[in-house]
């Protein structure tokens, strides 16, 4: 499957009011944790709709679980990169799995330990057909790394939707944001498939979390009637 055929699959989100109510209300629902994953076949058996939260270390894949689902505590955030060391899947009203990584990049972690990691992640990435979409995490500050093309390679390969999230957007100054966004943007035009736009976010500040909140709730299943 090509990236326009994933992208013709999807509904484009059109940013309405109806959209961000819908995405409100989808995450002011109960979030329950399902499981960490250690090894491969440690995956819940699920047939909802998966979106994977990765990036690299530290870049605020668990802050934005929390931020997304309202919840500071829900996913383990932390000063110390490398904190999530599982694929943590949780439950969100039945209707989506939110699943945070691994992250990749810390070059302090011990190398073994980085190789258990990747293998999981790789592992999962590939082989999780109700994996709707990833959100590949980019920090604002930084831009796209080498090991971030990497990754965006290893999906485009496997045929994986993903969407690149700008984070911690509190940081840069303006200017400095919009010139990562725009860098990103054409970057990210040069792969084979079609992606999702950026989306810029703050764990922090909240920046973006209702927009993003309305795009993911477009992939759950709908809410049951009644
Ligand atoms: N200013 C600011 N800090 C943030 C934001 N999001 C996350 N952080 C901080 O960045 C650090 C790392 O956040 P995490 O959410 O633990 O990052 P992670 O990507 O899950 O890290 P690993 O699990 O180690 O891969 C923490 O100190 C967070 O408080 C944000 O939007 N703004
Ligand atoms: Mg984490």
Known sequence: MTGSELEADEAQ?????????A???????????????????????SDR????????SNVGKSSLVNALTGRKTLARASNTPGRTRQLIFFDLAGRLMLVDLPGYGYAKAPKQDVALWTGLTRAYLKGRPQLRRVLLLIDSRHGLKDSDREVMTALDKAAVSYQVVL?????????ELSRCAEATAAELAKHVAAHPAVAVTSAESGQGIAELRAELALLALPAAAG
């Open 13 to 21: 989100p059109d940013g309405s009011g109806a959209e961000l109510e």
């Open 23 to 45: 995405g409100r209300k989808l995450f002011a629902q109960r979030c329950d944790f399902v499981m960490a994953g250690v090894k491969p076949d440690d995956v819940p058996a």
């Open 49 to 56: 709709p998966e979106i994977a939260f990765a990036g690299r």
């Open 167 to 175: 984070t911690k957007a509190d940081k840069p100054k303006p200017d």
